[in-house]
């Protein structure tokens, strides 16, 4: 078995970025303050409850994926404005984010704010990467996408912790769904409550199996080029007037500006304007 390492939230970013590139992961203490851990919590209550564990999407591969046990759903800053204030917007994750991304995009958004709450019983997620959501734009040398587990509760081996496979994010890039591995190869991504797992495109992972009885909460917060089409439509959850609520630098994150490639055109406009130029 691997281990991930783990450092205080106020580590040097160089040092969390040395940990990122050895392993493809790095656990970050306290990333969420127990006050902003309960706030995102209760915000979410409501859709947890109803919303329950399984896929709803009709499709076998997509369900086998999301996890028959493992309640997902997406809209956090829509319904929590909490999440926007301590997760969207965490500072430590923001600045891993910023070197990791900005020298391939002028900016970045969210990729998907999701809950993945792994309920009891479910069975290890199967192993992928995440950057293959966009296999067109995947190069060995730039990172396009990274992300964010924040553990809402303590994560461990047992009720399905993240696992990791170090490393794999030097690999060569191609689809590694099922990529064959050894339990000597593996990491679990075990962290107490208010920890965050900041994580490579790159890297080989899933969540784990939870053989307890409680349920691991985990909430996963991505972002990736400006320049890619992210896997939520934040926009369609959070409408102009909630967005005009919020920091102007969660608007951005949340697809109310636009892009402005170097040197290049500019993208995803209003009328020829910057779409951030609506909250003016
Ligand atoms: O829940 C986890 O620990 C990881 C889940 C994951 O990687 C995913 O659904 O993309």
Request: net charge negative; glycine share 10%; with cysteine.
């Amino acid at each position: 078995m691997k281990t991930l390492t783990t450092v205080d939230r106020d580590a040097p970013i160089d040092e969390v970025r040395a940990h990122l590139h050895r392993d493809g992961g790095v656990i970050v203490r306290d990333l969420l303050s127990d006050e902003a851990r309960l706030a995102i919590i209760d915000d979410l209550a409501g859709a947890m409850e109803v919303i329950g564990p399984g896929s709803k999407s009709g499709l076998e591969q997509w369900e086998l994926f999301h996890g028959r046990e493992t309640i997902r759903f997406c809209g956090l800053a829509a319904r929590s404005r909490a999440f926007v204030d301590h997760a969207l917007l965490e500072p430590v994750f923001g600045a891993v984010t910023d070197r990791e991304l900005l020298g391939g995009c002028t900016s970045y958004w969210l990729n998907t704010g999701q809950v993945m709450a792994v309920g009891p019983g479910e069975k290890a997620q199967y192993l992928h990467r995440d950057e293959n959501n966009w296999p067109e734009a995947i190069t060995a040398e730039r990172e396009i996408t990274v992300s964010c587990m924040f553990a809402l509760s303590e994560f461990t081996r047992a009720n399905g912790a993240t696992v990791v496979v170090p490393g794999t994010q030097k690999l060569a890039p191609g689809l590694v769904r099922g990529h064959e591995v050894t339990d000597d190869d593996l990491a679990y991504a075990e962290m107490p409550a208010g920890a965050g797992l900041i994580y490579s495109g790159k890297v080989i992972h899933g969540a784990g199996t939870n053989t307890t009885d409680e349920l691991r909460y985990g909430m996963h917060v991505s972002f990736v080029a400006g320049w890619l089409r992210p896997e939520e439509a934040s926009p369609l959850h959070v409408d102009r007037a909630r967005a005009a609520e919020l920091p102007e630098e969660a608007r951005r994150l949340l697809g109310w500006s636009s892009y402005h490639s170097e040197g290049g055109g500019r993208t995803w406009l209003v009328d020829f304007e910057d779409a951030a130029d609506l909250f003016a």
